[in-house]
């Protein structure tokens, strides 16, 4: 069965001079790690904080390099209510929100707060 392919940033890494941290990745790290099932569902990619992101534009195209990504492989359920987008033929979810309210729909995990 294909699955849904989850594109993160590592848990640190090195840009402007000093250690960081992506928000927006550790809120699904966070989200995977309180809902572990929802991992048997995804391949979890984890690309640099360099861009492009060769990765992600391989299936999005240019200009696509967004981390988080979901994209979404082709006979993968869509929740109702999430927009989800499209480009170069795949639908894919750009932010840790949208992937959230995916998980929620179609998993039962909780709705993020302020969605």
């Not at 890494?13 to 790290?29: D, K, S, T, V, Y």
């Not at 992101?53 to 006979?75: D, Q, S, W």
């Amino acid at each position: 069965m294909p699955r849904d392919t989850l594109f993160l940033l590592p848990p640190g890494f090195a840009a402007n001079g000093r250690r960081e941290f992506c928000p927006e990745c550790a809120e699904l790290w966070g989200l995977l790690s309180w809902f572990p099932a929802l991992k048997e569902t995804l391949r979890i990619v984890y690309v640099g904080i360099d861009q492009p992101r060769a990765e992600i534009t391989a299936l999005l195209g240019p200009g696509h390099f967004n981390a988080p990504t979901l994209v979404l492989a082709e006979k993968s359920q869509r929740a109702d209510g999430v927009p989800y987008s499209e480009a170069n033929g795949h639908t894919y979810l750009p932010s840790a929100r949208l992937i959230a309210r995916h998980f929620a729909g179609l998993h039962g995990t909780p709705q993020p707060r302020g969605s």
